[in-house]
């Protein structure tokens, strides 16, 4: 893969990076800046790979333009543990399964294109940051358990883009004081939840974010404590 340090050093990727167990893609440490650009592909079918892993104190700003497809057990698409930091996603993010797309600790996702996550998967994860799905922005979920946004610790997100979810899934899981304002629609499987509350803050659910229950026994709001 790609490894950069310090300071002012920036990782760019526009071609074919293809990992085995445990690699990472793109490894940043003190870095400003990780692109996978749209001509760029990253690769496994291995368990524990990593995409883009930006490891920094400073303000560390990762993007998305081509490809990120992760089918390994236990991956993560990007990763980012500072507030202040970015990601940005106009490609094409997938995760397979028991894996997550987008891992962010306290920083911005700005999400405007699609992210795939299999069965038990997660399609971004966020810890006390901000989480935009913006226009554009495709969450296509797997089953059994799996998540569209699991958001912690104060954690804000706001949707004006689609998600479809499989069975026994959950399109939002929002706790300790997350938030949601949702401005589109969902699609349930069976078994299916939208929003699972658990301490959770503020959620509203506007006019236009119609949930399409299509199949049976699913639940619009969920929620507890």
Known sequence: GIYTKDVGSFATNNGNISLGEGSQGI????????????????VSTAK??????????NVMSVS??????????????IYIENTGDSITNTGVISAGVNSVGVYSKAGTVNQSSVINAANDGIGIYSDG??????????????????????ALNGANVLNNGTTTIGDNSFAYGLKSG????????????DNGVFVYGNGAGNIVNNSAGTVMMTGSNNIGFYTEN
């Open 27 to 42: 490894y940043t440490n003190e870095s400003t800046n990780a692109d996978n650009l749209g001509s760029g592909h990253i």
């Open 48 to 57: 524990n790979a990593t995409g883009i892993y930006s490891e920094s104190t």
């Open 64 to 77: 998305n333009a081509g490809e990120i497809d992760l089918q390994g057990d236990k991956s993560i698409g």
């Open 129 to 150: 940051g901000i989480v935009n799905l913006n226009v554009g922005s495709s969450l296509n979920i797997g089953s059994n358990s799996a998540v569209g946004v699991y």
């Open 178 to 189: 997350s938030n949601l304002i949702n401005n589109l629609g969902v699609t349930l499987g």
